[in-house]
């Protein structure tokens, strides 16, 4: 069959909405499990694999062990791959985007209704989900605490923290406000034999293009001196580290907490939150 032909028939067999369960056998390669597009290679019995598995595999056959050392192409499934449209696999999720094939996993890596991790997934939860799913999850399994307002005070005591570990995270807590859910995080780092690094900064609960939309204000004051940190919100799907490496959070260096609250000798770190709309 010459290359005219595969085109005809897949692009008149093919122009049906396919699931990606139903492309699943077709598409995938045997070895890594992964979607298989051009170059697809196939053995002389017609097993197919992906070209860095067929490298990795030293060009041997994984179904069958025969030799591949013709590089034998498979057109019909390259052309598949390039004409079949699929729906994305967050359709549960809201999205409804019909895309071509060979575009699903760059759809679908930024796709904006991928499901968001929970916060506590660097301490090894494994939940994810909408953001409904999340804030249910946060206060029944984590016992986060909800607050219903853009202004709130929060308060960390810093007199027992164990140096003993690298880094120490206070329970967090949500703010419901403007329709929209905020979490707040903060956390002691610690460095051997110096006292530790205080951070804190505001995830917004949805979508990076819709973050924007609001700022946020952290201000510690103490013993005549007052600091303030504003910045935006960063979405939930912005990895922490990265956060914490840019430094894009109110830092709070070493014994300055014990120099703000000397008069009142409370040793705690307070926190004013705010958060606004532009």
Known sequence: MGTQEINHCVSTSCRAFVSPKDMKELLQCPVCYDFMNRPIYQCCNGHTICLSCKLRMENK??????????????????????????????????CHEIIPYCKKRKHEDSCDFRPYNCPHSTLGCCVDGDISTLVSHLTNDHMTKIINNSNFQRRFPIAYLRHDQSCSTWMPCVSH???????????????????????????????????????????????????????????????????????????????????????TRTRCLKIAVQIWKI
């Open 61 to 94: 056959c994984p179904s069958c062990k025969q030799q591949m050392d013709d590089d034998i192409r498979c057109l019909i499934l390259e052309k598949m791959a390039e004409l079949v449209k699929v729906g994305c696999e967050y359709e549960e999720y809201g």
């Open 177 to 263: 406000c403007f329709g929209e859910y905020f979490y707040f995080h903060a956390e002691a780092t610690f460095i051997k034999d110096v006292a530790p690094v205080y951070m804190a900064f505001v995830y917004f609960m949805g979508k990076e293009m819709d973050a924007c939309k609001y700022r946020y204000s952290l201000e510690i004051e103490g013993n005549g001196r007052k600091f303030i940190f504003e910045g935006i919100p960063q979405s939930l799907r912005e990895n922490r580290k990265r956060i914490k490496d840019r430094g894009d959070a109110l830092i709070v260096m070493r014994s300055l907490p014990h120099f703000l609250e000397q008069e």
